[in-house]
């Protein structure tokens, strides 16, 4: 009965057009009342631990940090002083949208701020310089992706508070990660614009308007990453205070080195508010639901299930990142993980399937949700910054090269799993 009370009560509040937090809260709420005696008390209980838990505090911090770079003009002052490094790099400037990315992810968190942050100065200047309107639009789609993956990261953090999980290990987890994915984007804008897959500019600004290459101007970047990770490789800080002392750098560095005003600063609060609000509901919606299946002892069953099925451990493996691009082309990312962790990861548990691991694995296959249509975020933020000059199509088809490089960074990590362990294990024993 209870399977049935949770995909009956699932897809239909979903199909009814109700919003992912009150869809997965409701049908947490049926299982309690229906199977499990009306214990609905629990779901009170369940969302208040929830809510004030330490670990969980720092997701609205780290929207905040995201925020303040993105108001302060911190993102700006990264591109210029990147881009110059790659004009005379076959790709160009595309190579300064993966960079960038990779920079501004590794203070922001998020891969929607950090698309949007880099894009709307990124996508008028590149066509400006003639490139290709539907390979800019791919290179920051696929960019922003490295917000949710180079830490701090919003799905790392969250993934650690429901599943209990080291986020200082899980942060550490994806910096090799990270980074791979980072030089493999470049690696394919390079080999693409030699073999003529990604053409070339259509003009170019002469070589006196280029701005000239200045790191220098990168260092509050350096501020922000002692900050917020220094702190917690050091063991100064949890990950929840290090994005205290991050939003406290990003709005003195705002102020002083950037273009951060009260009225700015004000603007950023009511911004993460709202932003967190609907991060919050959805999360409220998924512990609601997670508390009802785990009382029901659902995921207990579902293991014995698959466990009788005789699948190998990475048959396993498969199967779930096959559900998980599936799940990807009609929920949100963030979403996605937080209604399917309560199944999956006892699932991979009794596996044998390292936590630290899984979770950087997640991360990227929402990742590959941000610019999977019909739902890609990514998407979405690129197609508004392009004022409709690049369609939702268009987009997510100029993204299956950055989607085919996510996919073979999974598999990487499947047969190497030292990839993502190896960094946490040396400097967090």
Request: aromatic share 10%; hydrophobic share 55%; proline share 5%.
């Amino acid at each position: 009965m209870a399977w049935w009370l949770l995909l009956v009560g699932l897809f239909g509040t979903i199909g009814s057009g109700a919003l992912l937090g009150a869809a997965l809260g409701l049908t947490g709420l049926i299982i309690l009342q229906f199977a499990a005696n009306g214990a609905t008390q629990l779901a009170v209980t369940t969302s208040w631990n929830t809510f004030t838990d330490f670990t969980l505090s720092g997701i609205p911090l780290f929207v905040l940090l995201g925020e303040v770079l993105e108001q302060s003009g911190v993102s700006q002052r990264i591109y210029a002083a990147l881009s110059p490094m790659f004009r005379r790099v076959p790709g160009g400037l595309l190579h300064t949208n993966i960079a960038v990315c990779a920079v501004f992810g590794s203070i922001a968190g998020s891969s929607m701020s950090t698309a949007a942050a880099v894009g709307s100065i990124a996508y008028p200047e590149l066509r400006r310089h003639g490139y290709d309107k539907l390979e800019v639009a791919a290179t920051l789609a696929a960019g922003g992706t490295l917000g949710l993956l180079i830490p701090p990261s919003l799905s790392l953090l969250i993934y650690g508070a429901l599943t209990d999980t080291s986020v200082g290990k899980l942060f550490i987890a994806s910096i090799i990660p990270g980074f791979l994915l980072t030089a493999m984007f470049m690696i394919y804008i390079y080999a693409g614009a030699k073999i003529g897959w990604i053409p070339p500019p259509a003009s170019e600004v002469p070589e006196e308007e280029m701005p000239k290459a200045s790191l220098w101007e990168v260092w509050p970047v350096v501020i922000l990453l002692i900050a917020v990770l220094g702190s917690i490789v050091m063991g100064m800080a949890t990950a929840t205070e290090s994005a205290g002392l991050g939003v406290i750098a990003a709005i003195v560095l705002g102020f002083f080195a950037g273009d951060l005003d009260m009225k700015k600063l004000g603007g950023t609060f009511v911004t993460s508010a709202i932003v967190y609000g609907a991060l919050g509901f959805v999360i409220l919606g998924a512990v609601v639901l997670a508390q009802s299946v785990s009382v029901l002892g659902l995921p207990r069953t579902l293991v014995e299930q698959v466990s009788a099925l005789g699948l190998s451990k990475y048959s396993l493996f498969f199967a779930i990142v096959i559900v998980y691009l599936i799940l990807g082309c009609f929920f949100e990312g963030l979403s996605m993980m937080v209604m399917t962790l309560p199944l999956v990861f006892p699932l991979m548990s009794s596996a044998g399937f390292d936590p630290v691991w899984f979770g950087v694995i997640v991360t990227i296959l929402i990742e590959v949700a941000v610019v999977t249509p019909p739902v890609g975020l990514n998407l979405f933020v690129i197609t508004a910054i392009t004022n409709g000059e690049v369609t939702l199509a268009q987009a997510g088809k100029a993204c299956v090269p950055y989607w085919l490089v996510m996919m073979v960074l999974i598999f990487w990590m499947a047969a190497m799993p030292s990839l993502a362990t190896w960094l946490p294990n040396v400097l967090m024993k």
